[in-house]
Antibody, heavy 117, light 107 residues
Framework: DVQLVETGGGLIQPGGSLRLSCAAS????????MSWVRQAPGKGLEWLSV???????YYADSVKGRFTISRDDSKNTLYLQMSSLRDEDTAVYYC???????????WGKGTTVTVSS | DIQVTQSPSFLSASVGDRVTITCRAS??????LAWYQQKPGEAPKLLIY???TLQSGVPSRFSGSGSGTEFTLTISSLQPEDFATYYC?????????FGQGTRLEIK
């Protein structure tokens, strides 16, 4: 069964760092495009980042220079390293499999990040 | 960046109604548009891709149309499980922006 499970969320102070993980099963992360999307409380969806099969990465302007997407092929796991966190980064963070020109066809259940002092 | 505008933001309808949600892109995106459904507390679910292709397992009462800058999602006969928030997403270029969402509620 194809599945994504995010972990690593929690309460973090402004300026802090956090690493989110997304463990995949039923498919190979490194053979796919993988993305992170977030949703602030009561708000819409915001695409954050993608990593291509070959390792190329793209970021939304809102997180560029602060967030880093990566993967560990041996663990079939995607990561999002977040630093210099701000109050406005408070959200549910989803990882998803991206199919080119199709969209995000597999989603995890999300992990909640709360940035607050 | 390509801006994507959905309308309406909120829609109240009854079971059995036919409803249409519109998504407009700030520039032409061919047919590179996807629609998602999100229920409270759940992750989004891909409904339609390439503007009009139904994702596997999605009921046929859902349909999509359009190309270029204007797109529509139609639900032909609303069922109780369809009351949710719907998002469109353009996939023509990075960043793959989402519309702001349409919340569909029971009248």
């Amino acid at each position: 069964d194809v599945q994504l499970v995010e972990t690593g969320g929690g309460l973090i102070q402004p300026g802090g760092s956090l690493r989110l993980s997304c463990a995949a099963s039923g498919f190979i992360v490194s053979s796919n495009y993988m993305s992170w999307v977030r949703q602030a409380p009561g708000k819409g969806l915001e695409w954050l980042s993608v990593i291509y099969r070959g390792g190329t990465t793209y970021y939304a302007d809102s997180v560029k220079g602060r967030f880093t997407i990566s993967r560990d092929d041996s663990k079939n796991t995607l990561y999002l390293q977040m630093s210099s966190l701000r109050d406005e980064d408070t959200a549910v963070y989803y990882c998803a499999r991206e199919v080119v020109t199709v969209g995000l066809d597999v989603w995890g259940k999300g992990t909640t990040v709360t940035v607050s002092s | 960046d390509i801006q994507v505008t959905q309308s309406p933001s909120f829609l109240s309808a009854s079971v059995g109604d036919r409803v249409t949600i519109t998504c407009r892109a700030s520039q032409g995106i061919s047919s590179f548009l996807a629609w998602y459904q999100q229920k409270p507390g759940e992750a989004p679910k891909l409904l339609i891709y390439a503007a009009s292709t139904l994702q596997s397992g999605v009921p046929s009462r859902f349909s999509g149309s359009g190309s270029g800058t204007e797109f529509t999602l139609t639900i032909s006969s609303l069922q109780p499980e369809d009351f949710a928030t719907y998002y469109c997403q353009q996939l023509d270029s990075y960043p793959p922006t989402f519309g702001q969402g349409t919340r569909l509620e029971i009248k």
